[in-house]
């Protein structure tokens, strides 16, 4: 295992259709993909990807189209479309084995997309304060409401308090740089992912997901003032998961505690590969019954 000094995030540039695309990319092993949030880069997470690539894999860390400087989509802005891109991209790469993907945020939404066009893609899925679930609120006299109800002034004025606490202030430079510049050069992009973000509801995918055997992990910060917890339960209830929640954290928790989200990722990952390795080794119950059968064979015959 590589050790964490040893470990660094490498800017690359290519096309896919002609169109520019940048993307992160570090260490060696099983792929992993990560997806960033709505307004940011693979960039502003650097510090938090090489904490994943140093317990060995290999993680492949795109600006999603219309974002840093990857180029835009042209025509309609969908999940089916940026699920697409995705694929596209690794094949470009020459990645055949199946990856596992990560998504904070929007991104979060992307790589649900991603599985649920692509699931011989995908080996598991990891859910980082994401959005999907659709839910705003619970209860009251209106009963459920959608994401779609909220007003964009409410979206706004929850995201700035994400940065009171003192240990989130020190990334908001970051966040500002990639916010700013991604609103300076495509500004339609921003506000195209915004309107696509709100009226997100993934939780049909989830569930085809989740009944298809595929391992699906969601992580949420109990501050998240962007992301409520009505959407996080709609997500787990959705996956069949029960969620982690992170004590004390908001939104962009994982920009400012790299090593915690790192730590997290590889143990959820590290969890559903357990899983999956003992769901494949037992015994279906037609083996069950096909050994039932040939006992009672043997007995008869006797």
């Not at 916010?179 to 509801?201: C, E, F, H, I, Y």
Request: a negative charge; glycine letters at 10%.
């Amino acid at each position: 295992m590589p050790r964490l000094d040893d470990v660094r995030l490498r800017w690359h540039r290519t096309t896919l259709d002609g169109q520019p695309v940048v993307y992160g990319d570090a260490g060696e092993g099983p792929p992993l993909v990560f997806l960033h949030g709505w307004g940011l880069t693979a960039r502003s997470y650097a510090r938090a990807l090489p904490m994943i690539a140093a317990t060995g894999a290999r993680v492949i860390a795109p600006a999603l189209p219309g974002f840093g400087k990857s180029a835009p989509l042209d025509g309609e802005y969908t999940f089916e479309k940026l699920a697409r891109w995705v694929e596209q991209l690794l094949e470009h790469l020459g990645v055949d084995e199946p990856v596992a993907l990560v998504g904070h945020s929007f991104g979060g939404a992307v790589a649900t997309a991603t599985a649920w066009h692509y699931p011989d893609r995908v080996r598991a899925l990891v859910l980082v304060n994401s959005i999907g679930g659709s839910v705003w609120k619970t209860g009251g006299r209106r009963g459920t409401r959608s994401l779609s109800d909220r007003p964009l002034w409410d979206w706004g004025l929850r995201l700035p308090s994400e940065f009171t606490n003192r240990d989130y202030r020190k990334v908001l430079p970051v966040v500002l740089r990639d916010l700013v510049g991604n609103a300076m050069t495509n500004p339609r992009s921003l506000w195209r992912a915004a309107d696509l973000a709100r009226q997100a509801d993934l939780r049909e995918e989830l569930t085809s997901l989740a009944e298809s055997g595929l391992p699906v992990a969601v992580l949420w910060g109990s501050e998240d003032n962007v992301v409520p917890e009505a959407t996080f339960l709609a997500i787990c209830d959705a996956a069949g998961a029960p969620g982690d929640i992170i004590e004390e954290a908001g939104h962009a928790w994982l920009l400012a505690d790299p090593e915690g989200f790192g730590e997290l990722v590889t143990n959820s990952l590290t969890v559903q590969r357990t899983l999956a390795e003992r769901t494949a080794a037992e015994p279906t119950p037609s083996d069950d019954s096909d050994a039932d059968s040939d006992a009672d064979g043997v007995e008869a015959s006797a």
